[in-house]
């Protein structure tokens, strides 16, 4: 056997014979031999600088006719590990992708996460590594180390993820019930705080929750003789409301209670005012009320006597609000947009 350095290039075997002889070996991409000669003599074997961090053998075969071919390894010692990672940090946006960091080493290394949200994969020598990350659907921002390893070093990286946006989503958006009292579930998807808020009185849900939810939805009897709707609206700060309609069927006896064709209001969205129109024989006198969708009364009033009146919204905030008129038996709820 024959040990040379990680850097050396050559050595030399003698042979004693006193016939003719050849030599070949097995790794001709990296050392090559004098192929032949006869009686004593020198084989000279020629090979590159091993750059890698693992030592590496080499077969020499000398034979010559009638004896036994000779065996002689060429062990190169390992070269000395190196491992440089770069960049030492990359920031990536709430969507998911791909992040790719640079890996110059000379050895087979790993590569593990801390995180469950980034994948990673080994690779061997110079080369890219590719984290594979998912989408930040949490407020918060977050980052995830990166280990690469091997040959006795080992270097961190890091991926930092900016934060993902309030998200909201309600399922299902339409929902028909029949005139008897009860309740419906309605799923929210979120990852953020959200409010629900019905435009009816008759229809009443959950007023709250954080995340991922369900809103129960108790309505009463429908004691009119047609279908009766109310807007489920689903706030959450800096993602747009979600509305969610509950159509209940009506008796087929008796008023309807919401004559829409009796009454208009305009302009919507409004800014310092909005007027409502009504058919004087269906609307002698009313009550407005202009209520957050939350249910509190923001104004009020009475009025009768004429087909159009002017409601100043001036000092109010910009919002979704809830008009409500009653009349008698009749009621009429309407979902009004203020913008300044």
């Known amino acids: 056997m024959i040990v040379v350095g990680a850097e050396e290039t050559s050595a030399q075997l003698e042979v004693s014979s006193n016939a003719p002889w050849t030599v070949t070996t097995d790794s001709p991409d990296w050392l090559t031999v004098t192929p032949e000669g006869m009686g004593d003599g020198i084989i000279s074997a020629t090979f590159t600088q091993n750059d890698w961090a693992e030592e590496r053998v080499a077969i020499i075969t000398i034979a010559t006719e009638g004896l036994e071919p000779v065996f002689v390894s060429l062990v190169q010692e390992a070269a000395e590990a190196s491992l440089a990672v770069t960049p030492a940090t990359i920031s990536v946006d709430a969507t998911a992708g791909n992040a790719v960091y640079t890996v110059a080493s000379n050895f087979s290394w790993s590569a593990v996460s801390n995180a469950s949200w980034v994948s990673v994969e080994g690779g061997s020598g110079t080369g890219d590594l590719t984290a594979v990350y998912e989408a930040n659907l949490t407020l918060a921002a977050r980052n995830a180390q990166i280990t690469v390893s091997g040959a006795g070093l080992?270097?961190?990286?890091?991926?930092?993820?900016?934060?993902g946006s309030p998200m909201l989503e309600v399922n299902p958006g339409n929902i028909e019930v029949d005139k008897l009292a009860g309740s419906v579930q309605i799923d929210v998807i979120s990852n953020t705080s959200w409010t629900a808020a019905a435009d009816s009185a008759w229809l009443s849900v959950t007023p709250e929750g954080t995340g991922n939810g369900t809103i129960t939805a108790s309505y009463q009897a429908n004691p009119y003789s047609g279908q009766r709707q109310s807007v489920i609206t689903v706030s959450a700060e800096g993602a747009g409301p979600r509305t969610v309609i509950i159509s209940q069927n009506g008796t087929g006896l008796g008023v309807d209670e919401n004559d829409r064709s009796a009454i208009r209001i305009y302009p919507n969205p409004a800014r310092e005012e909005f007027i409502v129109e009504v058919?004087?024989?269906?609307?002698?006198?009313?009550?407005?009320?202009?209520?957050?969708?939350?249910?509190?009364?923001?104004?009020?009033?009475?009025?009768?006597?004429?087909?159009?009146?002017?409601?100043?919204?001036?000092?109010?905030?910009?919002?979704?609000?809830?008009?409500?008129?009653?009349?008698?038996?009749?009621?009429?709820?309407?979902?009004?947009?203020?913008?300044?």
């Open 154 to 163: 080992e270097q961190t990286v890091e991926l930092m993820q900016e934060a």
């Open 279 to 340: 058919n004087p024989a269906d609307f002698p006198a009313f009550e407005l009320q202009l209520l957050s969708l939350a249910g509190t009364e923001i104004l009020s009033g009475r009025y009768s006597g004429k087909e159009k009146y002017i409601v100043d919204i001036s000092t109010v905030n910009p919002g979704s609000y809830m008009i409500r008129i009653h009349s008698g038996e009749k009621m009429v709820n309407r979902i009004l947009l203020i913008m300044k």
